[in-house]
Nanobody, 125 residues
Framework: QVQLVESGGASVQSGGSLNLSCVAS????????MGWFRQGPGKEREAVAV????????NYAGSVKGRFTISQDNAKNTLYLQMNSLKPEDTAMYYC??????????????????WGQGTQVTVSS
């Protein structure tokens, strides 16, 4: 049973920082790609950042580029999202996701088969 467990969400003021973690377990094969998504109130789920586990290649949403950093610690089976210079518009539930089947591109929520329960990030102005 694949499990992804996020943590690290909190309420912070604008300009603050948070580091989200996602611990993965139960894989029969190592994920090809892992990512962070978010969903704000009344909004669709959107990709924030993805990491191709074989190559280390990363992609970011334009709105977070330069402020957020996705990384992994394979020894700990953990994915991270370092978020700096947070803005009120970053307020959302943040989800960790993983995909195990080979794909050329990973970005859409439907590309990922496994999801965590989410961790709430609230940024006040």
């Amino acid at each position: 049973q694949v499990q992804l467990v996020e943590s690290g969400g909190a309420s912070v003021q604008s300009g603050g920082s948070l580091n989200l973690s996602c611990v993965a377990s139960g894989y029969w094969t190592f994920p090809k790609c892992m990512g962070w998504f978010r969903q704000g109130p009344g909004k669709e789920r959107e990709a924030v950042a993805v990491l191709y586990t074989d190559s280390g290649k990363t992609n970011y949403a334009g709105s977070v580029k330069g402020r957020f950093t996705i990384s992994q610690d394979n020894a700990k089976n953990t994915l991270y999202l370092q978020m700096n210079s947070l803005k009120p518009e970053d307020t959302a539930m943040y989800y960790c996701a993983a995909g195990v089947r080979p794909r050329v591109d990973w970005w859409r929520p439907t590309d990922f088969a496994y999801w965590g329960q989410g961790t709430q990030v609230t940024v006040s102005s």
